[in-house]
DNA sequence: TAGATTGTTAATCGATTAACAATC
DNA sequence: TAGATTGTTAATCGATTAACAATC
């Protein structure tokens, strides 16, 4: 196996998704073609993609659904557990704490956590304790993943107790940028930023075409 | 002003944001140096960004702050409202009706639209209307972007009914990948693959150290 | 002035795309 | 066989980075 980058990687993901979908249509095998249409790339990159994890395909049959499904699990590592824990419980937070899709995909939220006593409840459906017992937690559960949920001015204090105790991947929720040492991987998902960003790219790009030839 | 490409979108409202935390301290200067460290990109891009849209700096004195917030803010819109609706309004759709952070950028949630009855509360803080009155709003109101938060099954019909009503940006949380026509745009945020994708990086990006020179 | 930083050009890098031989 | 699709290599493209002259 070729070394995959982080694009490809990504990539892989998504082809599972639609791999199942398609699976539990009755579907047998798929083209790169079609692939490539529902993940929006050429199916030269689908191609490259299987081929980077030695995933044989039919020259003339395309590829078959079971056997990729099975690579692409086994590569990104599906057959795992995910425990997540989320840290903080306000309203983003403990909307993603019941949120199904987690569930279905085989993430598991282990536990909340929140400064607020009157959010404490420990025995919940998914527990929430106070912040003081995260790193323990984290340490004795040797938890990975962890979720912040938490407002702007507290997340760069909590992500740094949440990476002492053993955290390695970050998704990001508080409207800051959080950056963390080498090793340690945030995602962080700006809400106010992905909508701006909307508003940005179509006043941008609406301009793009008239001004086009100005250039 | 030269044609902008997404990437150097995306970063300029990032730099906007931190230019207004660094003001909101005093500081009056900045070196394209800082801002790249902020948002994690070298000083070369922050001046090609920002020689883009012809903000002038000062040869050694670095880019003044109120300056490039004038013209950030000015390239990117900031001045005009941004209204959007929220389709669906189960708990990811209502923890963003009342997500604070969209006031604070100038986003302002005007409604929200679900097909439950329970949910309908047209008097409420943001109100929420049946998911049928939602075309007429959006054509009266004017409105461009809307967030869509309704299950998987639900995804593809809601959007098409946006679009057709003349919704041109939106951002989905349902975990399906939605696709529209040109002039559209669309930003999906899964959050369950966000979640995997951490796992899978994590896992593969840690078997590259070992393996690296295997390849 | 000397030192530092911008603004811009050229070089590098990596990923995407095109193309096509292999072959089912 | 003829037609279609894979697997892979080479070409293209675009964005990032390096470098450096201009100049405050």
Chains 1, 2 share one sequence.
Do not use: W
């Amino acid at each position: 196996m070729k070394e995959l980058n982080k694009s490809t990687i990504l990539r892989l993901a998504r082809y599972l998704r639609v791999l199942q979908k398609l699976k539990s249509l009755g579907f047998v095998k798929v083209f790169s073609n079609n692939l490539g249409d529902a993940i929006g790339v050429t199916p030269a990159v689908v191609r490259k993609d299987f081929s980077m994890i030695s995933i044989p395909g039919n020259k003339r049959g395309g590829y078959n659904i079971d056997t990729l499904i099975a690579h692409l699990g086994a590569a990104l590592g599906k057959d795992q557990v995910h425990e997540v824990i989320i840290v903080g419980c306000g309203r983003i937070g403990s909307a993603l704490m019941e949120y199904r899709e987690f569930a279905k995909e085989g993430i598991h939220v282990v536990a909340g956590f929140d400064s607020d006593p009157a959010r404490v409840a420990a025995s919940a459906n998914v527990p929430i304790y106070d912040i003081r017992e995260m790193p323990d937690f984290i340490r004795s559960r040797g938890i990975t993943v962890g979720i912040v949920a938490v407002p702007d001015a507290a997340a760069a204090q909590v992500l740094s107790r949440m990476t002492e105790a053993g955290i390695q991947g970050v998704l990001n929720f508080a409207p800051v940028e959080l950056k963390c040492s080498e090793g340690c991987l945030i995602h962080n998902v700006n809400l106010g930023l992905e909508i701006e960003n909307l508003f940005y790219l179509l006043k941008l790009g609406d301009r793009q075409s008239p001004v086009h030839e100005l250039t």
